[in-house]
């Protein structure tokens, strides 16, 4: 998923451009930590106690000038609009997020509110149209048919939002369609722009698996199935870019 965000970022603002970039629900801080070494200005967002000590703990051991270029808040994401002014960043990421949050039309268009004209809102969400993906290929058949009746809530764990380890949080989350998210992006003057799946084939392996030893074979096939249809639309999960108007 940096590949697909690093493209988006890419293909809209100029070479060495230093952006302000927001995380919201940043997690363990790894996309922010990442995209601070890239150069740019980056402030996150967590409530989590838990994660945002980790964040802490992991920006103490970065350089002097990596640091720097670090804010981190812990906050609620709802509350952007108390932290921050209208437009004061080019790009705003909520990734894994809008699974734990009941309404999140709100939320999204609270943190659209937070980009500048033109600017870029990248969510993470899950994907509400493959429900019944992972159980069915795991052979969990009652699950697997349960799926197709649920409109959302199912167990999920909760990783940070660059793929970390999966924290199991033992709570039933929400699933967002992308007819739906297209329809809200497009009423909050952020209209979709372009979409990807994230997790096609690799969504049912074991959290404890071990890293296989043609790694980069298998992040290329993830990479190009997430770009393709119909492969792209089982995701467990989608990546959607929408662009302030």
Do not use: K
């Amino acid at each position: 998923m940096a590949r697909q965000l690093d493209e988006q970022i890419a293909g809209r603002f100029p070479v060495g451009r230093r952006l302000r970039v927001l995380d919201v629900g940043m997690g363990q801080g790894t996309q922010a930590l990442r995209l601070a070494r890239l150069g740019h200005q980056v402030t996150g967002v967590e409530q989590d106690d838990t994660m945002i000590a980790a964040a802490r703990e992991a920006l103490a051991g970065e350089p002097e000038g990596i640091r720097e270029r670090v804010r981190l808040v812990q906050g609620d994401g709802r509350d952007t609009g108390v932290h921050f002014l209208p437009g004061s960043f080019d790009v705003v990421l909520c990734h894994g997020v809008l699974m734990y949050v009941e309404e999140p039309d709100p939320l999204v268009a609270g943190l659209a509110r937070m980009l500048a004209p033109g600017g870029l809102l990248s969510l993470l969400v899950r994907n509400g149209d493959a429900l019944a993906m992972r159980p069915g290929l795991s052979g969990d058949w009652p699950g697997a048919l349960a799926a197709f009746d649920t409109t959302a809530h199912l167990p999920h764990s909760r990783t940070d939002s660059n793929g970390g380890t999966p924290i199991r949080l033992g709570l039933d989350v929400r699933a967002d369609r992308l007819s739906a998210l297209t329809a809200t992006l497009a009423g909050i003057a952020a209209p979709l722009h372009a979409w990807y799946g994230v997790r096609v084939f690799t969504d049912t392996a074991a959290d404890d698996a071990g890293l296989p030893d043609d790694l980069e074979t298998l992040l290329a096939v993830e990479e190009r199935a997430g770009r393709t249809d119909p492969y792209r639309g089982v995701a467990a999960l989608l990546h959607l870019c929408g662009v302030r108007g």
